[in-house]
């Protein structure tokens, strides 16, 4: 079994930076990266940033690229997000991944409890 547990979550205001962590563990061994989706009210749950096993390599929703930068230590991933407008309002999800097609939800073999982003105008 594996576990994702995520942190970082809250209020915060436009223009704002918040920190999102999430923290893998139990059978990781077969995972080929890591990741976060964000889901808002009445909306699809949508590919934020993903990053592979070795950290080298990143990915990003194209609209979210130079505002959102994911890293990782070994089995825990951070999102940044910075400048943070009220649409990215959501429910953030961490995502571990068995395939490597990161912006597919099918993709993902665990996912995390969620943590509330709330970003105010």
């Known amino acids: 079994q594996v576990q994702l547990v995520e942190s970082g979550g809250g209020l915060v205001q436009a223009g704002d930076s918040l920190s999102l962590s999430c923290a893998a563990s139990?059978?990781?061994?077969?995972?080929?990266?890591m990741g976060w989706f964000r889901q808002a009210p009445g909306n699809e749950r949508e590919f934020v940033a993903a990053?592979?096993?070795?950290?080298?390599r990143t990915y990003y929703a194209d609209a979210l690229r130079g505002r959102f930068t994911i890293s990782r230590t070994k089995n825990t991933a951070t999102l940044q997000m910075n400048s943070l407008i009220p649409e990215d309002t959501a429910i953030y999800y961490c995502?571990?991944?068995?395939?490597?097609?990161?912006?597919?939800?099918?993709?993902?073999?665990?996912w995390g409890q969620g943590t509330q982003v709330n970003v105010s105008s």
């Open positions: 990053i592979d096993s070795t950290g080298r």
């Open positions: 139990g059978r990781t061994f077969s995972a080929v990266g």
């Open positions: 995502a571990l991944y068995l395939r490597g097609f990161y912006s597919s939800v099918g993709s993902v073999g665990a």
